[in-house]
């Protein structure tokens, strides 16, 4: 369970909203002294006069990444990398044990997802990691606001955390706490007192005891929709969401094809919410 984020791995291409990103999540005070790691693959090239090109591109561009980010020079480590980003990205994370990856991503749905060859898609099935996954086009906000989805799972208690650790020393910040239930009788689109909630009882609780502002919300409905639905609605900066960890030890170095697809929770969501989505692993 992700406790505390002290090492950030930030695979950044030169194009997106990572660093944007990267920066607002610095200014959360249990964030502010980790340490971050900004990593730029070069993909193999044909000739040798392109790769030494692309090289130096790559450089520029890590330049760059570090004088936008602002943070202390020692706390920040550029890498230049040969190779398969999909690959790299996840060597890179275990050598430096990474406690979160933050990655771009274009938002392709389902099946272009493998056609297009996406590389955070690959990456977050392989990593073990919690992945921090940024659409290319979503408009990056100060984190304020920060939305956890809850069920009845035990893994759901530990995303639980790691939103709440977020915002607990975040000044003016506000805690999200949602239970979609598909098979909730129709009463209207949301429950009268979502306070009243089993799933969200526990979490209430802690909220309370720690004064940690919060929002309850149990809306019917499909799950996926209705989290990207609610996200929008409050204006949500950050969407905290477990994904659990089902691929067998042999198939470890393959991606799981049904989720690829988009038969997950996580998968819609992280196609359709107009926030940056914190994935977390659920524990194995």
């Known amino acids: 369970m992700l406790e505390r984020i002290e090492k950030i791995l930030l695979a950044d291409s030169g194009t997106g909203q990572t660093e944007e990103v990267l920066k607002m999540l610095m200014e959360i005070p249990s964030v502010q002294a980790a340490s971050v790691t900004v990593l730029h693959v070069v993909p193999p090239q044909v000739t040798t006069e392109g790769m030494t090109n692309r090289l130096e591109e ?5 330049s760059s990444a570090v004088q936008n980010l602002g943070l202390d020079p020692q706390r920040v ?43 955070s898609q690959y990456v977050f099935q392989l990593a073990s990691r919690p992945m921090l996954l940024v659409k290319d086009d979503i408009y990056v906000k100060k984190i304020n606001r920060i939305m956890v989805a809850l069920d009845k799972s035990d893994s759901s208690k530990d995303t639980f955390k790691v939103a709440l650790n977020l915002i607990k020393d975040t000044k003016g910040g506000q805690l999200v706490l949602v239970h979609t239930n598909p098979e909730m009788k129709k009463t209207g689109d949301i429950l009268p007192n979502p306070e009243q909630d089993p799933v969200l009882l526990p979490a209430i609780a802690e909220a309370k005891r720690l004064g940690v ?27 905290v969401l477990g994904s659990p960890d089902r691929r067998p030890s042999i198939a470890k170095g393959l991606p799981d094809l049904d989720r690829l697809l988009g038969q997950s929770l996580s998968d819609y969501v992280r196609v359709y919410a107009n926030c940056p989505v914190l994935l977390v692993r659920d524990p194995s």
């Open 77 to 119: 480590d550029p890498v230049l990398r040969q190779g398969d980003p999909k690959d790299i990205v996840v060597r890179v994370a275990d050598e430096i044990g990474a406690d979160l990856i933050i990655m771009g991503s274009r938002g392709l749905k389902r099946i272009q997802s493998i056609l297009e060859n996406s590389v």
């Open 58 to 62: 790559g450089g520029k561009i890590l």
């Open 213 to 239: 502002s919060y929002k309850a919300v149990a809306p019917e409905g499909k799950p996926g929709e209705r989290i990207c639905q609610i996200a929008e609605e409050l204006n949500v900066d950050l969407l």
